[in-house]
């Protein structure tokens, strides 16, 4: 074993989805290097040997207790859903190694990420404010990150070490998370908006005059492939996007603005993804279509 190696603090996932599989896939650590993963998933029966699968085949230790999983963790990444992250601090506080780095990887509000720094911090832990950048995959470990807090400087050397990609981005917790945020009123917001748009377009029968005219106005995007992947992203992930939302709803509020265009793109991802349908072949006439048929 490697002094460096030897000296690396163990890594628990606190949350073991796809965001946190698809990190610890890509790693391709060294065997002695161990890391375990919690997910509450793992105290459900019918879920557990699905959860199971997914951290063996990333080479991750599943643990059924959170107590174990935490037990002489130093580094730790939190990846639950954006409206369990302040549970997941309060849940682990019990459990946490003085001095273990608590690094909230959740898309939540600023305010919720100060919120679970004050928990960590009186345990005793260094709580960093993450925000991550970019979908997982394809680029999985190497994901971009924003960092900040008074830890942040600290966990970015390991994070190197592991061959993530961080960037400090600010000396205070929320300051990460509200990048995060606020460029998800267009990001979650544009993909609401097209859907809409393209949806009675294509219900009107005029999706190709308006196509397009957007193309006209605006060359640089590529509005029917965009149109198409939008809706993808919807009909996949609307539910883990609402929840986001949801939290930049949280944001604006708490920043004394409304947030009026932010609460329809909530009800948008949501309803898309209540429908609960296949995406298909990457084709904007047919996913318009299996919308307006179950809509």
């Given at each position: 074993m490697t002094d460096t190696a030897r000296n690396f603090p163990r890594v628990t996932f606190v949350g073991f989805g796809e965001a946190a599989h698809a990190v610890a896939s890509g790693w391709q650590l060294a065997p002695e290097r161990s890391v375990r993963a919690y997910d509450l998933k793992l105290q459900d029966p019918e879920a557990a040997e699905q959860v199971t699968m997914r951290c063996v085949a990333a080479g991750v230790e599943p643990v059924a207790s959170l107590e174990e999983a935490l037990d002489?963790?130093?580094?730790?990444?939190?990846?639950?859903?954006?409206?369990?992250?302040?549970?997941?601090?309060?849940?682990?506080?019990?459990?946490?190694?003085?001095?273990?780095?608590?690094?909230?990887?959740?898309?939540?509000?600023?305010?919720?990420?100060?919120?679970a720094a004050a928990l960590i911090e009186e345990a005793g832990g260094r709580y960093v404010d993450v925000a991550v950048m970019a979908p997982v995959y394809p680029k999985r470990h190497q994901a971009p990150l924003l960092l900040a807090g008074p830890h942040a400087g600290e966990v970015a050397g390991l994070l190197e070490q592991l061959d993530m990609r961080p960037r400090l981005t600010g000396?205070?917790?929320?300051?990460?998370?509200?990048?995060?945020?606020?460029?998800?009123?267009?990001?979650?917001?544009?993909?609401?908006?097209?859907?809409?748009?393209?949806?009675?377009?294509?219900?009107?029968?005029?999706?190709?005059?308006?196509?397009?005219?957007?193309?006209?106005?605006?060359?640089?995007?590529?509005?029917?492939?965009?149109?198409?992947?939008?809706?993808?992203?919807?009909?996949?992930?609307?539910?883990?996007?609402?929840?986001?939302?949801?939290?930049?709803?949280?944001?604006?509020?708490e920043f004394g603005l409304p947030d009026w265009m932010s609460s329809g793109t909530v009800r948008w991802q949501r309803t898309i993804s209540d429908l609960r349908l296949d995406p298909g072949d990457d084709d904007l006439a047919q996913r318009c279509d299996g919308v307006l048929r179950t809509l």
């Amino acid at each position: 074993m490697t002094d460096t190696a030897r000296n690396f603090p163990r890594v628990t996932f606190v949350g073991f989805g796809e965001a946190a599989h698809a990190v610890a896939s890509g790693w391709q650590l060294a065997p002695e290097r161990s890391v375990r993963a919690y997910d509450l998933k793992l105290q459900d029966p019918e879920a557990a040997e699905q959860v199971t699968m997914r951290c063996v085949a990333a080479g991750v230790e599943p643990v059924a207790s959170l107590e174990e999983a935490l037990d002489g963790t130093g580094l730790i990444f939190s990846l639950v859903t954006a409206d369990q992250a302040l549970e997941a601090a309060r849940a682990a506080v019990r459990y946490l190694a003085p001095g273990a780095y608590w690094l909230d990887c959740n898309s939540c509000a600023p305010q919720t990420k100060q919120k679970a720094a004050a928990l960590i911090e009186e345990a005793g832990g260094r709580y960093v404010d993450v925000a991550v950048m970019a979908p997982v995959y394809p680029k999985r470990h190497q994901a971009p990150l924003l960092l900040a807090g008074p830890h942040a400087g600290e966990v970015a050397g390991l994070l190197e070490q592991l061959d993530m990609r961080p960037r400090l981005t600010g000396e205070k917790v929320g300051d990460a998370s509200s990048v995060k945020m606020l460029r998800s009123v267009i990001i979650k917001g544009l993909e609401a908006l097209t859907t809409e748009c393209l949806l009675a377009a294509r219900r009107a029968g005029v999706e190709d005059a308006v196509l397009a005219s957007l193309q006209a106005s605006d060359p640089g995007i590529d509005w029917h492939a965009r149109g198409s992947y939008n809706l993808e992203r919807m009909i996949v992930h609307g539910a883990r996007r609402a929840a986001e939302v949801e939290e930049v709803c949280v944001t604006l509020r708490e920043f004394g603005l409304p947030d009026w265009m932010s609460s329809g793109t909530v009800r948008w991802q949501r309803t898309i993804s209540d429908l609960r349908l296949d995406p298909g072949d990457d084709d904007l006439a047919q996913r318009c279509d299996g919308v307006l048929r179950t809509l």
